[in-house]
């Protein structure tokens, strides 16, 4: 089974501060993703990545930043929190075009 | 754009059968999902059908596709209350996934 793991379950961090969400999958999927998740909004991809040092901007980008030095880890970075970036991240991986996603049990981000 | 539908909210009783509707807007997709997301966790991937396929069977899912009315729609047979979830539909063409608000299906004892 593909095991995608985030590193934190719930995290509370300050107005202000740069925030690190990793996330790393065994399967050795070229196609890693970040989404967030707000009641209403649904899933909205904030970037994703095809390959190692490759990222490509999603539909909500701004605020946000990512990194993928290694295949199997992916990071999502928020430089300067802010109290609008409340809420549940997931991450997620495939291995090709066409095939599914597999997710991980997301982090719920909270900044005060 | 494509667009994913769902109605919002169900209720059934315990082991009567579940039906969770989608529809979807994009003809050129490949395959279209259902995802499983319990309280405080991920999506699960619950089963998926490939664009040409009316039907897929699978235990207790089933999943049917009318690819001409773009409506497809996951079938719970002998609902129980481990069922009791929000429920996604997604469609995507290769990594672009757009996914339905999802469904939350409650199951009353």
């Known amino acids: 089974d593909v095991k995608v793991t985030q590193s934190s379950r719930y995290l509370v961090k300050r107005t202000g501060e740069k925030v690190f969400l990793e996330c790393v999958q065994d399967?050795?999927?070229?196609?890693m993703f970040w989404y967030r998740q707000d009641p209403g909004l649904g899933l909205r991809l904030i970037y994703f990545?095809?390959?190692?040092?490759?990222?490509e901007k999603g539909d909500i980008p701004e605020g946000y930043s990512v990194s993928r030095e290694k295949k199997e880890r992916f990071s999502l970075i928020l430089e300067s929190a802010s109290t609008n970036q409340t809420s549940m991240y997931l991450c997620?991986?495939?291995?090709?075009?066409?095939?599914?996603?597999?997710f991980g049990n997301g982090t719920r981000l909270t900044v005060t | 754009g494509e667009d994913v539908e769902q109605s919002l909210f169900l209720s059934v009783r315990e082991g009567d059968s579940s039906v969770i509707n989608c529809t979807y807007t994009?003809?050129?997709?490949?395959?279209l999902y259902w995802y499983k997301q319990e309280p405080g966790a991920g999506l699960q991937l619950l089963t998926y059908?490939?664009?040409?396929?009316d039907m897929k069977q699978d235990q207790r899912l089933t999943v049917l596709l009318n690819k001409k009315d773009k409506h497809l729609s996951l079938r719970i047979a002998d609902t129980q209350t481990g069922d009791s979830a929000i429920y996604f539909c997604a469609e995507n063409e290769g990594q672009n996934f757009v996914f339905g608000p999802g469904t939350r299906l409650s199951v009353l004892p």
């Open positions: 997620a991986s495939s291995t090709q075009d066409n095939s599914p996603l597999h």
């Open positions: 990545s095809y390959d190692v040092k490759m990222k």
């Open positions: 399967m050795d999927h070229e196609n």
């Open positions: 059908i490939f664009s040409n396929m």
């Open positions: 994009d003809s050129s997709s490949t395959y």
